[in-house]
């Protein structure tokens, strides 16, 4: 892989390379970076990664497995670029999308990490939307 001078060493790990590519989506948007990343909103961002998404399905639909990777990477890029954009615009900041995400999927998980049993894939959907629908109604949401 090419090295760029600016750039630090290339990581070992997943987390150091989530990490690296979620610098490289708020490098893009600096004064040294690129001028149409720096233009982009995150809910602009957010907009393309429909059409990532569905490239991705399509690279599941043909088994190639080197797609399937590259067009992951790109929709988790997106999501990065967005995130970057948003974090910007002082809507959240990563790390406080990255916690609340993980609390959810605990707390949505009953079933794994609480006292609710679910033996069956159908079991486990039934506990995740009755938790679902009591977060929402504690938020005032249907």
Known sequence: METYPHLPKLPKSEGDWFVALMDLARYLRTPGG??????????????????????????????????VAEEFGDCLFTLLASAAAAEEEGRFKMTDALRATHEKMIRRHEHVFGDTKAETPEGAIDSWNRIKAEEKKKKGKK
């Open 34 to 67: 690129c001028p149409w990343d720096r233009q982009q909103t995150g809910r602009d961002f957010a907009k393309f990664l429909r059409e990532e998404t569905e490239e991705l399905m399509d690279a599941f639909a043909t088994n190639d497995n080197d797609d």
